[in-house]
């Protein structure tokens, strides 16, 4: 049977209109949910904001902070082992890798330098070229749109040290990017670590020897062997720092040796001052793929504003008995399931966390602590630079419990909560994680040494001991 020339025309422009009417449906639909995404991320930093005083030209924290809203994601490991610490080994062919995302999702154009500070992170009073080899500030060249991905954003790489700027002393270093041209307006800052190995650590990880500590702390006990170093006086030119699983927060300081033997000094201590809250294991959460909910994720959800994934409620583990299982300490691992990179094709979504208690807490705030959140607490003053941490949870009197979202890219997490008493800066677990002193810990012994003569510390040491 033959069809008449018109109505195939007419068959033909139904369809046409069909598309095009469901292809603009479509674009508004994609647009407005590209709008609710934008105005969802816009309340989130605003709420995380104390005002536009923490951008004031004149301040800048010689620690790990974020000071631009838009940047997530920022990373900065040793190339190629994505779960260690900044520290390079002295004259070695050893390279730092940082990378970060800017949501704004255009090209800016970024520079850096890197501040030599001495063992308690105050800048050195040494001039840049006495510490650089090259240019003193370097442009970031590497940069990515990212593909297929709802929340649009520019991926930047660095590589330190690089053919334009290498570093020439051991120590601490603090890493500044700013944009182009404005060296007073930082926008990230890190620290990472030059180390020179002239001594060895031996040490381990023990139960408190005090006894009202020996079920929930850790104890470091270690020695400082230099057999082949001269320390001529180390109570004066020697500084011992004790970090667990790279918090900075309760960092111990200013350890003296106990003992001072021929070629060793003695830090075996037994009076607490070396002891840790063993805390607990990490909790975890797996966002890879946003196609199945995985162990720990009630749902997820494609809302207007983007992806939603709602973790099951955690609860307290104050009274529940130790458990073993393997955690990475704190830290992200950046992974998606559904795209090949997962640099520029991870999805960022919000991720919902929920711990029932019974009433609010008076006396401090709770937080969630990781890697996840910079390991970042809220400042106690309201000076400069000062705003609320990302990882500060508020209570739901409707659900009587604590409740915080996350602005996350696609991946692995570990997380603890960590109670910060009013006034304080050292956070502790005890009050939701319980402290137990079979946890599986990371501690870093750092031993730095100020030779007669010289204007720094020398970072002669970074021994990492685990249980």
């Avoid at 006034?423 to 002193?437: F, K, N, P, Q």
Wanted: charged share 25%; aromatic share 14%.
């Amino acid at each position: 049977m033959k069809v008449p020339v018109y109505l195939l025309q007419l068959i033909s422009t139904f369809f046409v209109t069909v598309f095009l009417f469901n292809g603009t449906l479509m674009s508004q639909e994609t647009s407005g949910k590209r709008k609710n995404r934008q105005s969802a991320v816009r309340e989130e930093n605003a709420q995380n904001q104390r005002g536009d005083d923490y951008y004031d030209s004149g301040f800048l924290r010689y620690e790990d902070f974020i000071y631009t809203a838009s940047l997530r994601t920022v990373l900065f490991h040793r190339e190629g082992w994505e779960l260690t610490p900044p520290i390079l080994l002295y004259n070695s062919d050893e390279k730092l890798k940082l990378s970060f995302d800017d949501l704004d999702a255009d090209y800016k154009v970024w520079q850096y330098t890197v501040i030599h500070c001495d063992a308690a992170w105050n800048p050195t009073d040494l001039w840049q070229n006495e510490y650089i080899e090259g240019f003193t500030e370097d442009y970031i060249r590497d940069y990515q749109y990212s593909f297929n991905t709802l929340q649009s954003f520019t991926h930047y790489n660095l590589i330190l040290p690089n053919d334009n700027l290498r570093f020439t002393l051991p120590g601490n270093y603090l890493l500044k990017v700013y944009p182009e041209g404005m060296p007073d307006y930082p926008v990230i800052t890190r620290r990472f670590m030059v180390v020179d190995p002239r001594v060895k650590v031996e040490g381990r990880v023990k139960r408190s020897s005090v006894i009202e500590q020996y079920f929930s702390h850790q104890e470091i006990p270690f020695s400082i062997l230099h057999a082949s170093y001269q320390i001529i006086d180390p109570g004066r030119e020697l500084k011992v720092v004790i970090q667990q699983n790279h918090r900075w927060d309760n960092a111990i300081w200013g350890l003296q040796p106990l003992m001072m033997r021929t070629d060793e000094l003695d830090y075996h201590y037994t009076d607490g001052r070396n002891s840790f809250e063993g805390g607990n294991e990490f909790r975890y959460f797996d966002t890879k793929s946003l196609r199945y909910t995985s162990e720990r994720v009630a749902r997820v959800e494609n809302r207007n504003d983007g992806f939603h994934v709602t973790l099951l409620p955690d609860i307290p583990r104050t009274t529940k008995a130790y458990v073993t299982y393997s955690d990475i300490n704190g830290q992200r691992l950046i992974k998606t399931e559904d795209a090949r990179d997962s640099r520029t094709e991870a999805e960022y979504v919000w991720v919902d966390f929920f711990i029932p208690y019974k009433e609010p807490m008076n006396d401090g705030a709770l937080y969630i602590l990781g890697s996840l959140t910079d390991w970042q607490l809220s400042a106690t003053t309201t000076s400069p630079g000062d705003r609320r941490a990302a990882g500060r949870m508020s209570y739901n009197f409707a659900r009587r419990g604590y409740e915080a979202r996350l602005y996350l890219k696609q991946g692995y997490y570990n997380y603890l909560y960590a109670f910060l008493p009013n006034g304080e800066s050292s956070a502790t677990l005890r009050r939701i994680e319980g402290s137990l002193y079979e946890t599986h810990n990371t501690y870093t012994v750092l031993v730095y040494y100020r030779e007669q003569g010289t204007r720094f510390d020398r970072l002669i040491a970074a021994e990492v001991i685990e249980n």
